[in-house]
C-alpha cells in the first residue's frame, strides 16, 4: 500500500525517537549526578554550621518594635482567635528569618489565646 507524505513522516520520526531512547536516557542520568554532585559540594561548603546561623550572624537587628495587643480576645470568635493564632505564627517566624528583624512583643496575653497556643502549639513558650 502506498503511503502518504504524512505517514512517512511519522513514522520516520518514531524511528529517531526510538533510536534516540538510549541516548536521551544518559542525558538524563548525567543531569542527575551533575545535580547531585553540586548538592555534595554544597554541602561539604557549608560544614562549619547551618545555613540559617550562618544567617543569623549577618542579621542586623532594626531599632523599630512591633507590638501586638491581645487585650480585645475575649471580644472574638473562636474561629477569629484560631485565624490571629496563626497570624501571630507567621509574623514571628518571618520575622526570625528576616535580615533586619524588629523587635516583637505580644501585649495582654492571656484568655482564648493563650488556651488556643496552648493546645495547637506548645512550642509558644520558648519564643525570644
Not at 38 to 54: A, I, M, T
Request: one cysteine or more; a positive charge.
Amino acid at each position: 500500500e502506498p503511503m502518504s507524505k504524512r505517514q512517512r513522516k511519522k513514522l520516520l520520526k518514531q524511528k529517531q525517537w526510538e533510536e534516540q531512547k538510549d541516548l536521551r536516557r544518559q542525558k538524563r542520568k548525567e543531569k542527575r549526578q551533575k545535580r547531585k554532585l553540586e548538592r555534595q559540594s554544597k554541602l561539604d561548603s557549608s560544614n562549619e554550621g547551618n545555613d540559617r546561623k550562618r544567617m543569623r550572624r549577618e542579621v542586623v537587628p532594626s531599632t523599630l518594635r512591633l507590638i501586638v495587643d491581645c487585650s480585645f480576645d475575649d471580644l472574638m470568635v473562636l474561629k477569629d482567635v484560631k485565624k490571629l493564632h496563626k497570624q501571630i505564627q507567621r509574623c514571628y517566624a518571618e520575622n526570625r528569618k528576616a535580615f533586619h528583624p524588629v523587635q516583637f512583643y505580644l501585649t495582654s496575653h492571656g484568655g482564648q489565646l493563650k488556651s488556643n497556643m496552648n493546645e495547637n502549639d506548645k512550642g509558644w513558650v520558648n519564643w525570644k
